[in-house]
């Protein structure tokens, strides 16, 4: 909770530092990357920070966190951070890397706003900080300790026993531990970061759902490979490598798994609506409803460009048929193929047509235009704002956009 004096202070500057903040976070990473460049080359995603999507994450995630501690100070607003614990998880973040974030975070906001700052304006906006790093803090040490590991010790590294090639832009890799004892258990829903050293000699993180059920043997990924647009930009870092390199027998760095888009054991309805590659969490969902031979209802949603860019498309169908309660509804934006047993159309996905259960979870993945229209849809419906879930394949800014 934030102290009495800083309430006021907070609200106060809160418009002028909340209309900066992109700005502010900008030359936050300027500052640190200047300080230590290492952390762009090995820790950080060095495209976000050039697309500039990282920095309006986190100037999101400030923003919504303050703006909670004054209009709700009697609550923790924790929740926000959950996404973000899980993710700084993936990357084995540490309490001790908290001072020097803080430091250039809070020297940014004095050089932006200058006089502005009093002492009195920088205290308040230090507790903020800290308030927000130590409910960070406290949620990974949960984090780790669940996992059974020391704080920060995420990464392993896994053997790729299997490589198949799902499409024309998308790959499967299956993981497994060297020892060839059983993979670590995880929820589905959950990813996994993988380490690639570059070219250039930069280690690269990035994150990768998990796309079977927790308890087989080995892990899988499905990696779509990112084209640059027009040939002026530049291909994805990472997803090009792992096409380009990653063969069976090889050795890749990969962290325990995160995430907090997990599928609850319950017997209540379910909704898992997909776009493109965000089919991956959904799948693993899927294998887990099967292995646990689920009765639950389960409307199963997933809208792709067309009938081969979808992929796992046959096993997806698979796991569906293997479902009492599950029904597949697909749609192709550029050729309605039909798919024996499930509804096809042609377009863009929408729910007009389904007949859903208003008690139903949502769980979705794919795109930020389609996850916002989709749950424009589920709410029309009646299903409850709190029971509608979704990941990101890529910095949060569903908040911030
Ligand atoms: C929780 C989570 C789960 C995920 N699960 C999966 C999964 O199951 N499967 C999967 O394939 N991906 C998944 N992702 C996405 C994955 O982590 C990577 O973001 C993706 O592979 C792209 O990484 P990259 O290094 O290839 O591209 P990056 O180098 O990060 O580039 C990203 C995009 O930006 C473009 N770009 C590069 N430079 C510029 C520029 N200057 N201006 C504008 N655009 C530019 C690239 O062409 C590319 O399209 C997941 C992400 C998250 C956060
Ligand atoms: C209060 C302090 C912090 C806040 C509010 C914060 C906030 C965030 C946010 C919002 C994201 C994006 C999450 C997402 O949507 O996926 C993120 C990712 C990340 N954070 Fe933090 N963070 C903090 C501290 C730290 C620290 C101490 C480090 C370590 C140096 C760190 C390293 C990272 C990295 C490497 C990523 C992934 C970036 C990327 O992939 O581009 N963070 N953080």
């Not at 829903?189 to 990035?206: E, K, N, T």
């Not at 009765?295 to 979808?310: E, S």
């Not at 749609?331 to 389904?354: C, I, K, M, S």
């Not at 008690?359 to 916002?372: I, K, N, V």
Request: with cysteine; aromatic share 6%; net charge negative.
């Amino acid at each position: 909770m934030l102290s009495a004096q800083s309430v006021p202070v907070v609200r106060a500057t809160l418009p002028a530092v909340g209309a900066s903040l992109t700005t502010i976070t900008e030359r936050f990473y300027q500052r640190m990357f200047e300080e230590r460049p290492d952390l762009l080359r090995n820790l950080f995603n060095r495209t976000n920070q050039v697309t500039g999507s990282q920095r309006e994450a986190l100037a999101g995630a400030v923003a919504g966190f303050a703006t909670l501690l004054v209009e709700r100070p009697d609550e923790r607003p924790d929740a926000i951070l959950s996404r973000i614990a899980h993710k700084h998880v993936s990357l084995g973040i540490t309490s001790d890397m908290y001072p020097l974030v803080g430091r250039h975070l809070l020297g940014a906001v004095a050089e932006i706003l200058g006089d502005a700052v009093t002492p009195e304006v920088a205290a308040a906006w230090d507790e903020v900080y800290w308030l927000m790093a130590n409910a960070l803090i406290a949620t990974e040490a949960r984090l780790y300790a669940a996992s059974g590991v020391d704080n920060g010790d995420v990464w392993r590294q896994m053997v790729v026993t299997e490589r198949r090639q799902e499409s024309a832009d998308a790959v499967s890799l299956v993981l497994s531990r060297p020892d060839g004892r059983p993979t670590a258990p995880f929820r589905p829903g959950q990813y996994v970061s993988v380490r690639a050293q570059l070219p250039d000699g930069a280690h690269q993180i990035r994150q990768y759902s998990l796309s079977t059920a927790p308890g087989r043997e080995s892990w899988r990924i499905t990696v779509k490979r990112e084209r640059g647009a027009d040939g002026s930009v530049p291909d994805g870092e990472v997803s090009s490598w792992l096409h380009a390199h990653a063969k069976e027998g090889d050795v890749l760095d990969v962290s325990l798994p995160a995430g907090d888009l997990v599928l609850p054991d319950a017997d209540t309805p379910i909704v898992l609506a997909s776009a493109g590659i965000g089919i991956t969490p959904m799948l693993s969902m899927l294998d887990h409803l099967t292995l646990t031979s689920s009765a639950r209802p389960v409307t199963v949603i997933h809208a792709d460009r067309n009938p081969l860019d979808h992929v796992h498309r046959a096993e997806q169908a698979a796991l569906v048929s293997r479902l009492s309660g599950a029904d597949l509804h697909l749609w192709y934006e550029n050729d309605a193929h039909h798919v024996p047993g499930t509804h096809v159309r042609a377009g863009r996905a929408t729910l007009d047509h389904l007949d859903l259960d208003p008690t139903a979870t949502a769980y979705l993945c794919g795109p930020l235009p389609f996850m916002r229209a989709v749950r424009g849809q589920l709410l029309a419906k009646g299903v409850h704002p709190s029971a509608v879930h979704y990941e990101v394949f890529g910095p949060d800014l569903w908040l911030s956009k």
